[in-house]
């Protein structure tokens, strides 16, 4: 039973940055691509950033040159470093995970999802 919780949500200032951090645990062995999505109210689930299991990466065009995403495999740990935050970076983020080598940022392709975190980010 995979499991996902996030952590390092909080409020910013305009310009400021933030690092995500997701734990999963109950992963089998072999290739995840694992991502991180975002959500504000009355909209679509978005992907922000996701990385294969070879370590491809891919990223929202908003978000490329800002947002840096990584794993680190040993500690089961996805990691989203968000730069020059803007206002429209508000939203809940997610971190989710599918099996399989694929890399994609399609939300409904993912099985597991973590509950969220918080990120504001305010002038």
């Known amino acids: 039973h995979v499991q996902l919780v996030e952590s390092g949500g909080g409020s910013v200032q305009t310009g400021g940055s933030l690092r995500l951090s997701c734990a999963a645990s109950g992963v089998r062995t072999g290739p995840y691509c694992m991502g991180w999505f975002r959500q504000t109210p009355g909209k679509q689930r978005e992907g922000v950033a996701v990385i294969a299991g070879g370590g491809g990466t891919k990223y929202a065009d908003s978000v490329k040159g800002r947002f840096t995403i990584s794993k680190d495999s040993a500690r089961r740990t996805l990691l989203l470093q968000m730069s020059s935050l803007k206002s429209e970076d508000t939203g809940m983020y997610y971190c989710?995970?599918?099996?399989?080598?694929?890399?994609?940022?399609?939300?409904?392709?993912?099985?597991?999802w973590g509950q969220g975190t918080q990120v504001t980010v305010s002038s």
């Open positions: 989710a995970a599918r099996e399989g080598w694929g890399l994609s940022m399609t939300a409904s392709s993912f099985a597991y």
